[in-house]
């Protein structure tokens, strides 16, 4: 069956514009496939501009979106499937639609994984002979116990971070 995400996008689109209000696609910067400048997302997210003044040969394909905008004055060419989007919405009163963040197609990650297959890698070589490893882990093991009571004291508690999208 058919995805309705890039039918809803592209009646959203049309209603934003329809309203005069100035359309704006979050996605998924990290999505396999998309083509947008990575140093403008932030935690692996970008907004994108997509008011009909701002963009030139905006297409909203079933399986691609694409168009061109300006980034500092350089033209760049903008590509990504419907999947990558999380959002669409106005950018004057964030009314819109979110969309819940689809799991990478697994073919796709394939390749990427299948691509480091053949990269050189790096693997752990034993520095000394099994005997002086065994003696310099038993001197280390030998530390006064004051010193272990204050490495306790110094450290720090671990601690829970609240974080908004």
């Known amino acids: 069956m058919i995805s309705n995400k890039p039918y809803i996008i592209r009646a959203m689109y049309d209603w934003i514009v329809d309203n005069g209000w100035t359309p704006h696609f979050q996605v ?36 691609w979106f694409t168009f061109n905008a300006r980034f500092k004055g350089v033209e760049t060419t903008i590509g990504f499937p419907p999947e990558a989007v999380l959002a669409i919405f106005a950018r004057e009163n964030g009314q819109g639609m979110p969309f819940p963040p689809e799991p990478y197609p697994e073919a796709l ?10 990269e050189p890698t790096l693997s752990a070589v034993a520095s000394k002979k ?16 004051k010193d272990k009571k204050k490495d306790k004291k110094n450290k720090k508690k671990p601690t829970l971070t609240v974080v908004k999208l």
Not at 50 to 58: C, E, F, W
Not at 130 to 145: G, H, L, R, Y
């Open 28 to 63: 998924d910067a990290n999505y396999p496939g998309v083509n947008v400048p990575q140093e403008y997302a932030q935690e692996g997210v970008i907004v994108l501009n997509t008011a009909p003044s701002a963009v030139i040969g905006l297409s909203m394909d079933n399986q």
């Open 109 to 118: 990650l394939k390749g990427k994984e299948e691509a480091f297959d053949n």
């Open 130 to 145: 099994p005997k002086e490893a065994e003696k310099s882990a038993s001197t280390t093991e030998k530390t006064p116990k």
